[in-house]
């Protein structure tokens, strides 16, 4: 299945930005900026992420098949996927490339690089793989699903009203800012939840996956 589209990324993020009552000349350049990290850092974890192995399972010898029979827990950041410092330069970027170049651009960069990163760190944390992969020969035969929850937009909300804080943008809008990334953030996670697939070919031994499995 296909990663979210930037036009999703674009719509989504723009409506968040203008129900959190940003509508100054440049919300729809901030609505863009923070679609465009979105989508450049969801890029780089669906490269990294990585289902652990240990997902329990059941395939019997001979002829070693079956399914698995539990979750598969996802590898978290940095190296299941980008942290913060990973996706600075790249919401610095897009800033840029929208003509956002107040000296308060630095600060939002982090703002939006740490709430991303921290949507996603999340993510590890609260999505699985499902059980129920097939399993032939010791190996996983099908494509898998993903299972749980995206993090919601209030819990990403609170993160970035402390980075807001902790970055000197303290200003009127800051909370309007965390609110339009916290639902931003969340919508194109719970996208990438609804379209992504585990990869089949993850090793199996008869009581548990053997090997790491990868995202498509």
Request: net charge negative; hydrophobic share 50%.
């Amino acid at each position: 299945m296909p990663a979210p589209t930037a036009s999703q990324l674009a719509s989504m993020a723009k409506a968040a930005v203008q129900n959190a009552g940003l509508k100054g000349e440049n919300a729809p350049d901030l609505g863009d900026a923070i679609a465009d990290t979105c989508g450049a850092a969801l890029a780089l974890f669906a490269a990294q992420a990585m289902v652990m192995p240990g997902a329990p399972a059941a395939a019997p010898p001979p002829p070693g098949a079956g399914a698995t029979a539990g979750p598969g827990n996802l590898m978290p950041p940095p190296a299941g996927g980008p942290d913060a410092g990973a996706i600075e330069g790249l919401a610095s970027g897009f800033l840029a490339a929208r003509g956002l170049l107040g000296e308060n651009a630095p600060d939002l960069a982090k703002v939006i690089a740490g709430a991303v990163a921290e949507g996603i760190k999340l993510f590890t944390s609260t999505v699985f793989a499902a059980p129920g992969i097939t399993i032939a020969g010791f190996v996983t035969a099908a494509p898998g699903t993903l299972m749980g929850a995206a993090p919601p937009a209030a819990a990403l909300e609170g993160v970035a009203n402390g980075l807001c804080s902790s970055n000197k943008l303290r200003g009127e809008n800051a909370g309007d800012l965390a609110t339009a990334l916290g639902k931003s953030i969340s919508d194109a996670l719970g996208l990438l939840m609804q379209q992504c697939l585990v990869l089949p070919g993850i090793p199996a031994s008869p009581g548990a996956t053997a090997g790491p499995g990868r995202l498509m």
